[in-house]
């Protein structure tokens, strides 16, 4: 599939679905460390027996307490 057909697909579906858990929790999906780690937090708390809706809240606030990985020594 060419790159303009899956942008294409990815518009028509974002129209149809709406707003991503990524975009509801505050994240900005970047080639970057930062963003990475805030979709696998968010993908790990979305993976418990909770609501979905409770686990993206959750990292929201879990990002506005400023948590951040563990610096490598």
Sequence with gaps: MARSANKQLVGRLMKAAGTTYAEEAGITLRDKP?????????????????DATIAMRAARELFKARLKPIARP
């Design 34 to 50: 930062m963003p990475l780690f805030q979709l696998l937090l968010l993908c790990m708390l979305a993976s418990k027996p909770i």
